[in-house]
């Protein structure tokens, strides 16, 4: 007995011992030598939860060589922007800002009252002129307006094509013998008959779903944007309504959307489910071959083509579907230009380093250097095998197992040509003869490119609403959910209230803290102007 | 009495419900394992789909083989292992120095530092000054940043104390008289006498160490030492990145690739070491949470 613990005692000693031994390796990790001159850069954006940029990391060496920075981006979390909050509000308590990083969660206005970012009014015009000119005037406008003198940068903005647009499936079209539908009725002619006939050709006739959204009205803005709603993502945005700025949901416009779709929910043409949907199940109908239409970002549409693709939908294509016309109202879809703080500079930085960072993402964001950066680095981008280059998608990058993101992934200026200028590039390095997977990429390509084509044509606005900042909302939380909105719209659409309980909401909204809110947005507006 | 009771047809009805409810329990239980593992051996669109529930449909092993050829996770495999065994031999070691003398009822402190563990597991910590004085130790960017936090958790050493009350006092006062020290007695009488708390405490503590999340994303930056948890999480986010944009193509191979089925692969993978411990100390586990939990 004592003889058999001493042993054990003895294992576990061994054990330890051993493993202590693999942990000091563990913990030895090969730094790149930078170079005398050579400023480690630590950067973070929503981007770091994919893969690690390390100093050894292609991309890092290739920086090192081209702006004399080694580019490091730590593995962050996203979680829908909450874990990437928590650990950037860590580091800030700690005094260890990371050197350049996207704000999140408002937290800029913070950041820079007390000083903790650099001020960058005077380098970014030195350092990144292309990017500086690209983005318009007005934007420029706002970001000074966040600063205690109203005239200086401290945020470098994200200014990004987002072209969140209808789609509907061409193929779907095509075996019924109907047009591209541009209007409010010729879209319910075109649902009833993905609702009443075999649209996907698998033989059974009552599979199709016309068309669908998401768990709290989201994703079906293209349901009420015929109405003319200011609305991003299925959230109502405040817009000009009689002449004042106003929250879209509780406009007359609002309840003739909700009449229209609930007269849509009744016929069988939107999803039953479609205030349940998690994104996991939406997109599963969508790529199996269920949706008819859908709303999403036009530009990901690649995606969605390329895994109906390969599940042997060989026939897919899809069309850009435009805003619907409707005879009482002018609809538009709704764009904000300026989608959120891009990056700032900790004020720890010196001038050198906050001006080679610059240099590093201005390379990143001037469209004269999209092909060299899609081309991208050997051994993350392509490989070279017998003297050619072979291009990687991100699984066979995956497969290399080493852990790197694809690129750096910091573009904070984008437009449509960009976008479609890419995939041109990309298209012309495709050998759609030479595997079943290729012709899958390009047709992909082909199919964004159709949307983007559609989408730069169609009646898009930004919205009078876009530069509110989250302050207005203080106080009253479930105002900025737009909680209230959701419980009415499915309720009423799916039929267990009834249409009158619209002006119930309303009058709750106002009283809840709709009036403070919409005071203080009217405002800011106000002062913006 | 015994044979009366089990003749009863009541009693029969009464076991027979007992077993099928039990039963439907462990299916209830049992199913996610499956599907999951089901999923991971799935085609993509079916997965996608949700066309799979306890067999794989379109058998194939894309996501198994992304996961196993990552070089990345064999580091984090191995970093996870030495963090785990480390840390389950210290965390045992420490809990029962501490939780012997709080065992011992002429120990004089002992009240005043009961108190002072069950305050502590009642407040927890604020993030930012734990956060803080972790730093200040000089443990960041340590991998044994994540041992040293957890070697002792007030839980478990409130279930060793109770364990270790229970053990008879003669046993101490013979070897007291035979001359022993209370090193001797901890380590020849007490721990070998302690097999069951031992085994379940050393699940409890394996668990927590290979399920390690939070402690590595604050403390840890170099991408070589995180853990396979960490690991894991990245190459979901890695994966589902991929089917959301389609800003790079013009490659091959991205056919089979699906976020579905790495996702159950890597969580399949994420908790079979652990479910493998199980089974060995299950036999003591039962009996060392009741023993622990009851006698006091």
């Known amino acids: 007995m004592k003889r058999q613990l001493t042993r054990s005692i003895g294992l576990a000693l061994v054990l330890s011992l051993v493993a202590a031994a693999l942990g000091v390796a563990a913990g030895k990790t090969e730094k790149a030598a930078p170079g005398r001159d050579v400023i480690a850069i630590e950067h973070w954006n929503e981007n770091n939860q994919n893969g690690i940029m390390d100093a050894n990391h292609p991309q890092s060496v290739a920086f090192a060589e081209q702006f004399g920075i080694v580019w490091e981006s730590p593995m962050v979390p996203w979680n829908g922007g909450t874990d990437y909050l928590q650990q950037l509000r860590l580091r800030i308590a700690a005094g260890e800002l990371p050197d350049v990083f996207m704000p999140w969660g408002g937290i800029e206005g913070e950041l820079i009252d007390n000083g903790a970012v650099a001020d960058l009014t005077a380098l970014v015009r030195e350092e990144m002129p292309v990017y500086y000119n690209n983005v318009p005037a007005e934007i420029w406008d706002f970001i000074k307006s966040l600063s205690p003198d109203g005239r200086s940068i401290y945020v470098l903005p994200a200014v990004q094509f987002t072209p969140l647009g209808g789609m509907i499936r061409g193929d779907w079209l095509d075996r019924l ?5 541009t209007t409010v009725d010729e879209y319910v002619t075109v649902l009833r008959a993905f609702r009443d006939q075999d649209a996907n050709g698998d033989g059974d006739p009552n599979n199709e779903i016309p068309t669908s959204g998401r768990e709290g009205g989201r994703w079906m803005d293209h349901l009420f944007a015929p109405f003319g709603i200011a609305m991003v993502e299925g959230f109502p945005q405040f817009d000009i309504y009689d002449g004042k700025l106003q929250y879209s949901a ?22 039953p489910e479609t205030f349940i949907n998690t994104n996991q199940v939406w997109m599963g109908k969508i790529t199996g071959d269920l949706i008819g239409s859908w709303y999403h970002g036009v530009h990901w549409a690649g995606g969605r083509f390329t895994v109906l693709y390969n599940s042997g939908v060989t026939d897919v294509r899809l069309e850009y579907l435009p805003m619907l016309r409707h005879p009482d109202y002018d609809g538009f879809l709704t764009t904000t230009d300026y989608r959120r703080p891009g990056y700032v500079f900790g004020a720890h930085m010196s001038e050198e380093a906050i001006r080679r960072t610059m240099r590093a993402l201005e390379w990143i964001n001037d469209p004269a250097t999209s092909e060299e950066r899609l081309r991208g680095y050997e051994g993350v981008n392509y490989l070279i095998e017998d003297g050619r280059e072979v291009r990687l998608t ?16 910091a573009q904070v200026f984008s437009n449509a040509e960009v976008i479609a200028g890419q995939n041109l590039f990309q298209m012309s390095i495709i050998d759609p003869d030479e595997s079943p997977e290729m012709f899958a990429a390009y047709g992909s390509l082909v199919n964004v490119n159709r949307m983007i084509d559609g989408y730069s044509r169609d009646t898009v606005r930004a919205i009078a609403g876009q530069f509110l900042p989250p302050s207005i909302y203080e106080g009253y939380p479930d105002i900025r959910t737009h909680r209230l909105f959701q419980e009415y719209v499915a309720k009423i659409v799916v039929g267990d209230w009834g249409l009158d309980r619209f002006d119930e909401f309303v009058d709750r909204w106002y009283r809840s803290g709709g009036t403070v809110v919409t005071e203080r947005a009217q405002e800011v507006y106000a002062a913006l102007q | 009495m015994n044979k009366l009771l089990k003749d009863s047809r009541t009693e029969r009805a009464f076991l027979f419900l007992n077993e099928a409810t039990l ?3 462990a299916l209830i ?14 085609a993509g669109p079916a997965a996608e789909a949700g066309r799979v529930y306890v067999w794989p449909v379109g058998f194939q092993t894309t996501g198994w083989r992304y996961v196993v050829r990552d070089r990345m996770l064999h580091r984090a495999f191995l970093n996870s292992v030495y963090v785990t065994v480390v840390g389950v031999v210290g965390s045992l070691g420490f809990t029962a120095l501490f939780a012997y003398p709080l065992s011992r009822s002429y120990f004089t402190p002992r009240k005043a530092l009961s108190l002072m563990v069950v305050i502590s597991l009642v407040i927890r910590y604020p993030l930012i000054p734990y956060f803080l004085s972790i730093r200040s130790y000089g443990l960041m960017n340590n991998i044994h940043v994540l041992i040293v936090t957890h070697l002792i958790t007030e839980f478990n050493l409130i279930i060793m104390r109770t364990f270790f009350q229970g053990l008879p006092d003669e046993l101490e006062e013979a070897a007291l008289m035979e001359g022993a ?3 001797h007695i901890l380590v020849r009488i007490i721990i070998p006498l302690s097999k069951p708390v031992f085994a379940t405490l050393a699940l409890f503590f394996a668990v927590n160490y290979w399920n390690m999340f939070l402690h590595p994303l604050m403390f840890l930056r170099d991408a070589n030492l995180m853990p396979i948890q960490i690991r894991l999480r990245q190459f979901i986010a890695q994966s589902a990145a991929l089917q959301d944009r389609s800003g790079e193509v013009g490659g091959r191979g991205t056919a089979d690739l699906n976020r ?21 100390l299950q036999r003591h586990f039962v009996k060392g949470a009741l023993l622990g939990s009851v006698k006091g």
């Open chain 1, 177 to 181: 013998g109907l047009p591209v539908p």
């Open chain 1, 250 to 271: 509780v406009q007359p416009a609002m309840r003739s959307a909700i009449e229209w779709m609930r007269g849509l929910y009744a016929e069988g043409l939107l999803d």
């Open chain 1, 394 to 409: 991100t699984a066979d990058f995956l497969a290399l197992g080493t852990g790197y993101r694809t690129s750096v992934g």
């Open chain 2, 23 to 25: 039963a439907l329990l």
């Open chain 2, 29 to 42: 239980m049992l199913y996610p394992l499956v599907h999951t593992l089901a999923v991971s051996f799935s």
């Open chain 2, 181 to 183: 020290n209370h090193l």
């Open chain 2, 260 to 280: 579905r089925t790495i996702e159950a692969a890597v969580t399949i993978f994420a908790t079979l070491p652990i479910l493998m411990l199980y089974p060995f």
